[in-house]
């Protein structure tokens, strides 16, 4: 079932938590929505359940228009952070509920409760109250709950947030598979960029109520379209240049920028990430160029930070005052065995610029 959302607005009182947003779903996709917390992602995702109603803007689920219809009219499984189920009830009641409720008869029950607890990998547990189980394997109930109605579509709010790392990776390649083999359309809200590109065919970046950005993982993460998407991607060192003739300045050093070809300088800031920063010891090269040739920047080490694979090497540049990051793979920096206080000498491969008001990337 394909989801289309069409400029739906959501205000409470005087404060708006959607605006105008317009969104495609396509049938049997993963859709992660992405975004800092209280950019409207709970409340978009309530008014697609019919949860909530909107001040403004349509719902069509196939084409049909359900924008008034509540929830329970709708084909919607929904699971949220704290899902709380019943706790007075067994883990197969808990499953069973939705279909008691639809007066399904007691051996379809069975039937259908049995296969649920097997394709969450709870088989056995029908009979233990939730209490008596882990985090994560209440999230799994959760979603056997979800699952029995047999949903068109499976609404997931940060439906893993309160469980420890290495469960939440593993829940979620499960959910993955779990979605793929069911063939249903996923709509996944998470403020966990790892969480959302590993798991969806699709991410939408939220804030302040709108859409900044819809794309693939790949997509969203080598263009992101805005600065607020760069820097909540994270780990990025943003600094303040300028472009004129088709080519932005950090720090004095040219980064070719063709969408800005006019001749008058403009303010731009440059955003560098610090994995693609190459970083040499200063007295190696001749100062002020790298190997090349090419012009690079001189500054001197500050720190050494291990962050998994690589090391995070923090340079204090001679003519700026912010600190700039680089990363460089742990074997490459156990060879340069550089110290802090040491000069190095830090060329860009790749940046991206913001122009105010010019919505380029390069
Ligand atoms: P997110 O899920 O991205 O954290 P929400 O959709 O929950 O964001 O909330 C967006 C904004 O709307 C928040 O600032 C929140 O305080 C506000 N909000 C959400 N629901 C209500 C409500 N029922 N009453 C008043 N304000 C609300
Ligand atoms: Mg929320």
């Not at 070809?261 to 200063?282: N, S």
Request: glycine letters at 8%; one cysteine or more; proline letters at 5%.
């Amino acid at each position: 079932m394909n989801i289309h959302i069409r400029n739906i607005s959501k205000s409470f009182g005087a404060f708006k938590a959607l605006d105008r947003v317009s969104l495609d779903v396509p049938a049997g996709g993963l859709l992660a929505l992405l975004g800092p917390s209280g950019s409207g992602k709970t409340t978009l995702l309530r008014i697609i359940a019919g949860l909530e109603s909107p001040d403004e803007g349509v719902i069509e689920e196939d084409g049909q228009d359900v924008t008034e219809r509540h929830a329970r009219q709708r084909e919607v499984g929904f699971v949220f952070q704290h899902y709380a189920l019943f706790r007075h009830m067994s883990v197969f009641e808990n499953i069973a509920f939705g279909l008691r409720v639809r007066k399904v008869a007691n051996a379809v029950i069975h039937e259908k409760v049995n296969e649920l607890l097997h394709l969450v990998r709870l088989d056995g547990l029908g009979q233990r109250k939730p209490s008596q189980l882990s985090g994560g394997q209440r999230q799994r109930v959760a979603l056997a709950r979800a699952l029995a109605i047999r949903p068109k579509i499976l609404l997931l709010d940060e439906p893993f947030g309160a469980l420890d790392a290495k469960v939440r990776v593993e829940l979620r390649q499960w959910l993955r598979r779990l979605h793929d083999e069911i063939g249903m359309t996923s709509v996944f809200v998470t403020h966990d960029q790892e969480e959302a590109f590993e798991l969806a065919d699709e991410v939408v970046v939220m804030n302040h109520g709108k859409i900044e950005q819809r794309g693939t993982p790949d997509d969203v993460f080598d263009h992101p379209a805005t600065p607020f998407v760069m820097d909540f991607l994270g780990n990025v060192n943003v600094f303040h240049g300028r472009v004129e003739n088709g080519r932005a300045f950090w720090h004095g050093i040219p980064i070719d920028y063709p969408d800005y070809p006019h001749a008058q300088a403009r303010e731009a800031c440059v955003y560098l990430r610090p994995h693609e920063l190459d970083l040499v010891r200063a007295n190696d090269r001749a100062a002020g160029t790298n190997g090349s040739g090419q012009r690079s920047l001189l500054a001197n080490v500050v720190r050494l930070t291990r962050n998994g694979a690589v090391i995070r090497v923090a340079c204090q540049p001679h003519n700026s005052i912010g600190e700039l990051h680089v990363d460089i793979p742990a074997d490459a920096a156990r060879d340069l065995s550089l110290n802090p206080g040491e000069q190095v000498s830090i060329t860009p491969r790749k940046a991206r610029v913001f122009v105010p008001d010019l919505e380029y990337v390069i």
